[in-house]
Nanobody, 114 residues
Framework: QVQLVESGGGLVQPGGSLRLTCAAS????????MRWYRQAPGKERELVGS????????IYADSVKGRFTLSRDNSKNTVFLQMDNLKPEDTAVYYC???????WGQGTQVTVSS
């Protein structure tokens, strides 16, 4: 049974940082590209970034490039999203997902506000 559990969200002031964690189980984590998505109220879910199975390559949405960093620990079936210099427009529920699998986690809320 595939499980994806996101954590690490919260309320942060503009310019602050958060580190999101996604713990995965139920599939061969080390063989999968992992992605982070986000969905703001009233908006469609959008891709934030993607990291290949060995963590060698990453891609980011233009809106977060230079501020967000993806990493993973295949020994712990975990993928991370380091978010720096957060802006109010980063406020959203953040989700992780394994590429080519249909499963989603419950998400973690990130709110950037003063």
């Amino acid at each position: 049974q595939v499980q994806l559990v996101e954590s690490g969200g919260g309320l942060v002031q503009p310019g602050g940082s958060l580190r999101l964690t996604c713990a995965a189980s139920g599939f061969t984590f080390s063989s999968k590209t992992m992605r982070w998505y986000r969905q703001a109220p009233g908006k469609e879910r959008e891709l934030v970034g993607s990291i290949t199975n060995a963590g060698v390559s990453t891609i980011y949405a233009d809106s977060v490039k230079g501020r967000f960093t993806l990493s993973r620990d295949n020994s712990k079936n975990t993928v991370f999203l380091q978010m720096d210099n957060l802006k109010p427009e980063d406020t959203a529920v953040y989700y992780c997902k394994a590429y080519s699998l249909i499963y989603w986690g419950q998400g973690t809320q990130v709110t950037v506000s003063s």
